[in-house]
């Protein structure tokens, strides 16, 4: 088993100096322990994001961040020099990951332990923008007595049936997961630590080293509940339905791949109308008569997924439209990389083309994006994914559209 160096993290906002230590806990909010995970690759970037937005005002004892290693900056609070530190394997999606995540839900169940106020532990990747106050009103209409997990449940890695089943039902955890006490100690307390550690390990291993899968297939061996939970979203929004939310006085409890500073800054302008960005460049939003802006444009700086008729690096982005041969476009994936090949192509005709060159292609997924995209484990992601399967997962990736031949044109 790892073994792990706890440290008590102290106030976010004095791990980047923004402010000296809260007097008390932010009203509301006392049951609850906010605990992202990171690596060290992404101090500077996903994590001061977060401490000088939504987790600034959080005190040390309701929040955490898991880590590989601590910056080693002896002396100074720069972000990433209080973090939970492990030994699991550094800038990795996957057997890091995973073990990250297991680690998390140990230190998480320390925390709880020791602070008989907290009653639930919320769990989100280090580019996600958290509504803690709304989060912490939806956690109060959950019961606490029996283990209990909340989050987005479908999900699946279809080429390894994990979870099995012909319905996705596994967890889509970089969006959040919360679980309350009961369901913590039930996982993570005293010998059974390790075996939390170990059966993550070994369910990652099957299912293709996705973290979130295997922890919910960790939970559903313990017989613990999941409940899906509305206003957590897996995904980047597109800009319709992130407006058409806030219209609605509906924002979600989570944003998604908010993985750049500037996305955080504008998220929490428009949530708290605390002024943040230094300019406002580009495109607009409004949410209970507060507006904010983006710093410009560009997708780096814009927390939602811009509308295809936006130009991006002077070339027009134009929208996946149906293609003789193939049935679609359909709002859908089928998980990871083209087994076949990615490659860069100029328009969806040529995507088409390359997929029907090869007599093993039966569908392929392409982005109307000129540039490269990066997946969670950080891999480069061309615009042209060619693949030997029909498999879908029945989430989409990205903008990417899912085109599938036709069984009159296929093999």
Not at 276 to 283: A, C, D, K, T, Y
Request: charged share 25%.
């Amino acid at each position: 088993m790892l073994q792990a160096k706890v440290s008590i993290e102290a106030s976010p906002a004095d791990a980047v100096g923004l402010a000296s230590r809260g007097s008390g806990a932010v009203d509301g909010m006392e049951s609850v322990l906010f605990t992202v995970w990171t690596d060290s690759n992404y101090y500077d970037t996903r994590l001061k994001g977060i401490l000088q937005t939504w987790g600034k005002k959080i005190p040390a004892h309701r929040f955490m961040a898991v880590s590989d290693k601590r910056r080693g900056t002896p002396g100074k609070r720069d972000p990433g020099s209080l973090v939970e530190e492990t030994d699991c394997p550094p800038h990795s999606h996957g057997k890091g990951a995973c073990c990250k995540w297991a680690k998390g839900l140990q230190f998480a169940q320390q925390r709880m332990e020791q602070n008989p106020l907290l009653n639930w532990a919320f769990f989100a990747d280090d580019d996600v923008y958290l509504r803690t106050d709304a989060i912490a009103s939806m956690l109060k209409s959950h019961d606490t007595e029996k283990p209990v997990a909340l989050g987005i449940f479908r999900c699946q890695d279809a080429q390894r049936n994990c979870p099995p089943g012909k319905e996705p039902t596994g967890l889509c955890g970089g969006g959040g997961v919360a679980m309350n006490r009961a369901a913590m100690a039930f996982l993570a307390t005293g010998d059974k630590a390790g075996w939390l550690m170990e059966q993550e390990m070994n369910h990652c291993k099957k299912c293709g080293n996705w973290a979130d899968i295997a922890l919910s297939m960790v939970l559903k061996e313990r017989g613990i509940e999941m409940r899906n939970v509305e206003g957590l979203h897996e995904q980047l929004l597109e800009e319709h339905a992130f407006r058409e939310e806030l219209t609605h006085g509906k924002p979600r409890l989570g944003y998604h791949y908010e993985s750049h500073v500037n996305q955080l800054l504008m998220l929490h302008e428009l949530f708290t109308g605390e002024k943040l960005l230094s300019e406002q460049n580009g495109p607009c939003a409004d949410f209970k008569g507060r507006r904010a802006c983006a710093f410009s444009h560009h997708p780096k700086d814009v927390p939602f997924r811009l509308a295809q008729s936006a130009s991006a690096g002077g070339k027009r982005i134009i929208a996946d439209a149906p293609i003789a041969g193939f049935e679609g476009p359909f709002r859908d994936d089928i998980p990871g990389l083209g087994d076949l090949g990615q490659v860069h192509t100029e328009n969806l005709t040529e995507c088409a083309a390359k997929c029907k060159e090869r007599p093993n292609c039966r569908s392929f997924e392409h982005s109307p994006r000129p540039s490269k995209l990066s997946d969670v484990r950080g891999n480069d992601v061309e615009n042209c994914q060619l693949n030997s399967g029909t498999n879908r997962c029945g989430i989409p990736w990205e903008d990417y559209s899912l085109y599938i031949l036709k069984e009159s044109d296929g093999l």
